[in-house]
């Protein structure tokens, strides 16, 4: 079946421009995540989504990023302004269930970001 | 910010040699699992391990976790140029059941 599928696959903006990355995870998953990741440096984890909870936004670095969810479909996540350091792939991974570990996380290609 | 850390940072080995990686975390973890990431593609799950278990092996990886060292090791035998990748180890840790936290990865490269 489909896996988790992000886009775009990248894009290179201005500074001070706003952003949208897009996530379409696997069919199902309740849950969902999104993470950042610097270059050669691991997974930063930005917020994540289950059914209709309210987001664990505690990842999220400043005001200027947001997420939003659909149901237990697409999500979108938005940079505002962005700046230099906010270059970096943004990884959103979808899970059936994060409750009665052990789970796993699927994880999309990613969508790099360049801030010019 | 990183909660831990993997060494070696790069790993260059002849293929059907094996490759050990090692990661060290902060806080008393619930389970550690390690993923596979290939170049420019998202992260794919390869084992996962739980606190109360000590070794675990799945076809060519091996992988151990030491609490009282707050360690996990991987093992890859008998290397293959597909194996080349960059690998992390992540953990849940605390009441926490969903939110991962990631080493900085080992890169490796095996050589034909």
């Known amino acids: 079946g489909a896996g988790v599928s992000q886009s775009p696959s990248n894009k290179v903006t201005e500074k001070g421009k706003d952003v949208e990355l897009r996530c379409d995870p696997i069919?199902?998953?309740?849950?969902l995540y999104w993470y950042r990741q610097r270059l050669g440096q691991g997974l930063e984890f930005l917020i994540y989504f289950q059914g209709n909870s309210a987001p664990d936004k505690s990842g999220l670095p400043s005001d200027r990023f947001s997420a939003e969810r659909t149901g237990e479909s697409v999500s979108t996540l938005t940079i505002q302004r962005t700046q230099q350091e906010d270059s970096a792939v943004y990884l959103c991974a979808s899970s059936f269930s994060p409750s009665g570990s052990p789970y796993e996380q699927y994880f999309g290609p990613g969508t790099r970001l360049t801030v010019t | 910010s990183q909660q831990g850390e993997e060494d070696p940072q790069a790993l260059s080995i002849q293929e059907g040699e094996n490759a050990t990686m090692n990661c060290s975390y902060k806080?008393?973890?619930?389970?550690l699992q390690w993923y596979r990431q290939n170049s420019g593609r998202g992260l794919v799950h390869l084992i996962l391990?739980?606190?109360?278990?000590r070794e675990k092996h799945s076809g060519r990886l091996r992988v151990t976790l030491d609490t009282s060292k707050k360690s996990s090791s991987l093992l890859i035998t008998a290397s293959r140029a597909a194996d080349t990748a960059s690998y992390f180890c992540?953990?849940?840790?605390?009441?926490?059941?969903?939110?991962?936290?990631f080493g900085a990865g080992t890169t490796v490269t095996v050589r034909a």
């Open positions: 391990i739980r606190s109360n278990e």
């Open positions: 069919s199902g998953h309740t849950a």
């Open positions: 806080t008393s973890i619930n389970n």
């Open positions: 992540a953990w849940l840790s605390g009441s926490n059941d969903y939110k991962l936290s």
